[in-house]
């Protein structure tokens, strides 16, 4: 980073030798604590320690437990001491003194640790300043930070009579200039006043059903709709014809011909032709930009090929994602089995399908030291269970649910309306309430769409011969707003994690799902409050098989930016 740098320059000219240690390939990633870091460190002759962590207080604990000084060069979302150093010395050669200053921070003040250095920092100098972002980023409690801090939501009453403005930009600070000082212009600008700014959304499941099914979807005509969802980044299964099972395949979903608008991570088959035997070749994919494999649409079922698909990917740090299905219990079934599915003399699935495979790859997780297992479009109170089974052993086990899990219920298929057939099916009114419990207590890590587009002959047909799968990219964010925030008072800030860090940590998408230094351009600006009504005919999808047609929502995508460049805008 350009902070390591500067401190490897400064401390050089000053006649110091430094060494770097990383925890990529440390005693860290073996389990050694940040204290034995240190203790070692101090041990071999160290002098000081200069520490960037991403854990907000790490710094201050390894100082209450060493005799040498600790440097805080950034702690997660906490402080960035030096960095509000170089910002007071900017300032001082712009206005020569701190006396009687007035200065403005504007953005995400929330998650920037350099904004919290700045007002302890300059405060000290008597500097009064104000905090200008809406209330997702700058809360009302941001005034206890430090005496005297004043809190707007209006921009044109944070400029007024100000000397100096911090502007975040991208999570970073962009520039310090005194209001209309800032050096040169912006290409495009524009006003999100009243709306939210947040980091590009990141889908971890779609179907994009290239190559091979380009009637159904297109790579072009996907992203599109992912654009108009908020996302700028899908990860996209391999269920296609052909299976995407080799390192061509992963390049060619990549390559600019395919047309897409936002960034496309390809998942690769775990097993060749998805058909549960033979492992793919892990390394040769994840080479050619495969972030994890699975065999989706289809379970692995066999205990020994689960498990080597798990230390496989252990050793190459991919997840693997699991269609937690037993389909020895499900075979030829088309819904949830319960009283709508015995009403309407369906076939039916029993929830014990997903969590007793759940609860299987769990159990493998926890014995494979490093593995990473993904539960893809959880639905089962049981599956849950066995997932926080996992987390609580600290095994490396995440899982994703979608909006159509966490808003329909079995019963909503009515009189067999395929629109509402999916897999896995939609559930019963308690393994809704426990995904719900689930989404807010932190176990969930992602809402992912598992956007499936299907030709109007694939569902006009008889409900049990009807493909599974519904379209979700244009509606996930609306669903969300409506049903968790509105109806759950689950809060945005949670609602936009699941959608950005959430699954950007699950794949290791770094420099996704932020906003902090350093991050890619990729940005989300949503109308919270924006009442609409979507209507499948005006979709960028190539298909409208979903059970939203119709629906009033409140939560609108404003404009979509990938790479700095807008893609998508109302």
């Known amino acids: 980073t ?11 000219s000053l006649g110091a030798m430094t060494t770097l240690v990383q925890s990529t390939g440390s005693s ?4 050694e604590s940040v204290i034995d870091t240190g203790y070692t460190l101090r041990a071999v002759g160290a002098d000081c320690i200069v520490m960037r962590h991403p854990s907000a207080g790490a710094p201050h604990l390894m100082a209450t437990h060493l005799d040498i000084p600790i440097i805080n060069a950034g702690d997660g979302m ?23 200053l007035q200065a403005t921070i504007i953005g995400d003040i929330f998650h920037s640790r350099v904004a919290r250095s700045a007002c302890h920092l300059l405060t000290r100098f008597g500097v009064k300043i104000t905090l200008c972002g809406p209330p997702e980023f700058v809360p009302d409690i941001a005034t206890t930070l430090v005496p005297g801090l004043r809190v707007t939501r209006h921009m044109e009453d944070a400029l007024r009579g100000t000397d100096v403005v911090m502007l975040l930009r991208d999570g970073r600070v962009a520039e310090v200039a005194a209001p209309n000082k800032t050096r040169g212009a912006a290409d495009e600008k524009f006003d999100a006043r009243g ?5 590009g959304f990141v889908d971890l499941h779609v179907h994009l059903r290239e190559p091979g099914q380009s009637y159904k979807e297109t790579i ?40 897409a ?14 058909k549960g035997g033979t492992l793919t070749d892990f390394s040769a994919l994840q080479r050619a930009g495969a972030v994890a494999v699975t065999d989706d649409g289809k379970p692995i079922l066999d205990d020994d090929i689960m498990r080597m698909a798990l230390r496989l990917g252990a050793e190459l740090k991919l997840p693997v994602v699991q269609h937690a299905e037993d389909t020895r219990l499900t075979e030829n079934c088309s819904m949830h089995a319960g009283p709508t599915s015995f009403r309407l003399g369906l076939r039916a699935m029993p929830g ?40 609580r052993a600290k095994a490396r086990v995440t899982c994703e649910v979608t909006p159509h899990h966490f808003t329909l219920l079995d019963e909503n298929v009515g009189e067999y309306d395929t ?60 669903l969300a707003v409506t049903h968790l925030h509105r109806a759950h008072k689950i809060p945005l800030t949670r609602i936009v994690e699941l959608f950005t860090s959430g699954p950007a940590r699950v794949f290791d998408l770094n420099g996704r799902g932020s906003l902090a230094r350093g991050s890619f351009a990729d940005v989300t600006i949503f109308d919270p409050k924006k009442r609409w009504t979507f209507e499948a005919a005006n979709t960028h999808s190539l298909s409208r098989n979903t059970p939203f047609d119709g629906c009033q929502l409140t939560g609108k995508v404003v404009t979509t930016i990938v790479a700095g460049r807008i893609v998508y805008r109302t």
């Open 2 to 12: 350009r902070t390591r740098s500067s401190f490897e320059f400064a401390a050089k």
């Open 28 to 31: 860290i990633e073996k389990g």
């Open 78 to 100: 906490h402080e960035h001491p030096s960095q509000a150093l170089l910002d007071a010395v900017t300032i001082l050669k712009h206005k020569k003194s701190f006396k009687g």
């Open 195 to 199: 709306l939210i700014v947040a980091p």
């Open 220 to 259: 072009a005509t996907g992203t599109a709709a992912a654009a108009a969802g908020g996302f700028t980044s899908v990860c996209t299964m391999p269920n296609t014809q052909p299976v995407v099972d080799t390192a061509e395949w992963v390049s060619w979903l990549r390559q600019p011909e395919r047309g």
């Open 261 to 274: 608008v936002v960034n496309v991570f390809p998942i690769a088959a775990a097993t060749r032709g998805s």
């Open 352 to 391: 014990l399908a997903e969590a007793t495979v759940v609860d299987r790859d769990v159990t493998l997780a926890q014995q494979i030291r490093e593995s990473r297992l993904h539960v893809a479009h959880l639905s089962t109170s049981d599956a849950l269970k066995a997932v926080r089974r996992g987390k």
């Open 419 to 478: 629109n509402f057939k999916m897999n896995p099916p939609l559930r019963s009114a308690s393994d809704r309430e426990a995904i719900l419990v689930a989404l807010a207590d932190g176990t969930v890590d992602a809402i992912a769409t598992d956007h499936a587009p299907h030709a109007l002959h694939e569902k006009q047909v008889e409900f049990e011969r009807a493909s599974f799968g519904i379209t979700g990219l244009e509606t996930a964010l609306g």
